[in-house]
């Protein structure tokens, strides 16, 4: 029963992905978003399958993607505030 469960959840999950993924291009090709936002929002996920790939440890990868996009996040609010300063 559980296992019927897990599959329910997964293949839920990759229809939400897949919806995701075409209502974006979808968006992308009208023109109601910017493709540097597409590609902001794709960064964490793409950072994630090459730190997989390459690290073949998909939690270390996990984690190393959380720290690394909190470092940037980081990184663009002091750029913010610095430019703000100096306008």
Request: no cysteine; glycine share 12%; net charge positive.
């Amino acid at each position: 029963m559980i296992v019927i469960a897990m599959w329910i959840v997964g293949i839920l999950v990759g229809l939400g992905l897949l919806a995701m993924v075409v209502f974006g291009i979808r968006s992308l090709t009208y023109g109601k978003v910017s493709p540097i936002s597409m590609v902001i929002v794709s960064l964490p996920v793409v950072l994630l399958l090459l730190l997989g790939f390459i690290m073949g440890d998909w939690t270390l990868a996990g984690i190393y993607t959380f720290l690394i996009m909190l470092a940037l996040a980081m990184l663009s609010l002091l750029v913010t505030g610095v430019k703000g300063l100096f306008s």
